[in-house]
């Protein structure tokens, strides 16, 4: 079976609506921030593909080497028909489970979800020849927003990897689960991935690798406003930050400015100022401790069956039930 053609839930339409909105609100606020779903246009979907291949950035291949051991038991434990996984990018250690589901059978249906097209374009057709078995239907998305247009029926898997939801703030995390658990039903799974607290010293080079491709994938954020809305940020105007935040135990991505700067937005007739040294919040990427993850399932309905993590025990991978 080939690809089918993506099931555009998120027109073209809502992602700039949503873009503009949230360009407005975040320059307009102190601090001034932005959401990180707009790093990922092609090239910032190719530069995260990159820092995934990083030596400092661990997460990818610790929970590479959770999902290659357990991959078995999650396919025996869920028993899925349909697996869907939220913020899926390239797929990559999707395939894991994949492979896992092919020898025991019975997954007919796989739904990667993403706010990158041109990411679930390549990963649909890809997946979709290597599993000629699989039903393939990606979903153009904002896994915030979408999930109350999932397929529904038979038994579901929904995978949430890479310590994605560590981009979301606690408040948002809460609302977040709750709606998961809302679209779900008795039999359905959740699977997620999350970055465990660890030495700040092995976290902060993880966002600020000496070959400055994490600088590159944040100052994307510029590049894509500049395209999109018509504006004229000179990306190279701003430094990469990546700040551990102790208290929150959680990793800020901000842009500061070298120099005052004064910015036009033409798409939304608006003027920012920047003063010299002023950041910009781009991304927060929490970490987790075991009972902490724990805990936020539970406290959205969820029953937590299992925790695995790493040899190293760097990251951490939970399997939940309805
Ligand atoms: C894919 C969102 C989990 O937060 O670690 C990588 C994105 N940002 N380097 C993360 C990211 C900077 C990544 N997530």
Redesign the pocket.
């Known amino acids: 079976m080939s690809a089918e053609p993506l099931e555009i839930y998120l027109e073209e339409r809502d992602l700039d609506r949503a873009l503009r909105s949230d360009v407005r609100t975040g320059l307009a606020a102190d601090p001034k921030w932005l959401p ?1 779903k707009w790093f990922y246009d092609a090239r910032g979907s190719e530069l ?1 593909e990159e ?1 995934t291949r990083l030596p400092e ?1 661990y ?1 990818t291949r610790a929970e590479r080497a959770v999902l290659a051991e357990r991959a078995p038991d999650i396919a025996a434990a869920t028993g899925a028909k349909t697996l869907i996984e939220l ?1 899926s990018g390239s797929s990559e250690k999707t395939r894991l489970l994949l492979d896992a589901f092919t020898r025991h059978g019975g997954l007919g249906t796989f739904v990667p979800l993403d706010v990158s097209v041109s990411a679930l374009r390549q990963s649909t057709v890809q997946i979709a020849t290597d599993y000629p078995a699989l039903r393939v239907r990606g979903i153009v998305g904002d896994f915030t927003r979408q999930l109350d247009r999932l397929p529904t029926g038979g038994r579901r898997l929904v995978v949430f990897l ?3 939801i ?2 979301l703030v606690p408040a948002e995390r809460a609302d977040f689960l709750a709606a998961m658990r809302a679209a779900l039903e008795p039999g359905d799974h959740l699977l997620v991935g999350t ?1 465990l607290v660890k030495d700040p010293a092995v976290i902060v080079p ?2 600020d690798d000496a070959a400055g491709v ?1 600088a590159e ?1 944040n100052r994307n954020v510029l590049r894509v406003i500049n395209r999109e809305l018509d504006a004229d940020f000179d990306p190279d105007a701003f430094a990469h930050v990546a700040h551990w935040d102790p208290a929150q135990e959680w990793i800020e ?1 901000r842009l500061r400015a070298r120099r005052p700067m004064r910015i036009r937005v033409d798409a939304l007739d608006l003027t920012v100022g920047f003063a010299a040294d002023e950041e910009l919040r781009t ?1 927060v ?1 929490a970490k987790f401790r075991p009972a902490g993850i724990g805990a936020e399932l539970t406290a959205a309905g969820f029953l937590p069956t299992e925790f695995w993590t790493d040899p190293d025990g760097l990251f951490g991978v939970t399997l939940a039930r309805v």
């Open positions: 990180p995260f820092i950035y997460p913020g890479g310590g994605t560590g981009n970055d993880a966002y994490t994938f991505m991304e990427s």
